[in-house]
């Protein structure tokens, strides 16, 4: 499971963030996972607190953004935004095509005390 490696990650920069900050506690941590990143997120929302349970974000509030995908069609070139890598092309039909954003994983902020 590479998430909990994910979360393991998430905890360290979190923590060194903190640390650099000077702050004595972690309020929020916003993370941003597009629709079409390949981790599970129930995965993620289980393994996070556990990874950040001996930090100073042991208590803070974990929100997941889920940005949807983006695409540009294979067959004929239109913008697509889905919830999926599978949302089909509604000028075409055709399925899939180049993800363009909806892939990210990122902490986008972190709300300290």
Do not use: W
């Not at 001996?54 to 889905?82: F, N, Q, Y």
Request: with cysteine; proline share 5%; glycine share 8%.
């Amino acid at each position: 499971m590479h998430e909990l490696s994910l979360c393991r990650s998430i905890a360290d920069l979190v923590e060194a963030a903190a640390v650099d900050a000077g702050c004595v506690a972690v309020r929020r941590i916003t993370l941003e996972i597009g629709r079409a990143a390949p981790v599970e997120i129930e995965a993620i929302r289980f393994c996070l607190p556990l990874c950040l349970a001996e930090t100073r974000a042991a208590e803070a509030e974990i929100v997941i953004d889920r940005p949807p995908v983006e695409m540009k069609c294979r067959s004929c070139g239109t913008l697509i935004s889905g919830e999926s890598r599978f949302t089909p092309c509604p000028a075409c039909g055709g399925g899939g095509g180049e993800i363009l954003a909806g892939d990210e994983m990122r902490v986008r902020s972190i709300e300290v005390d």
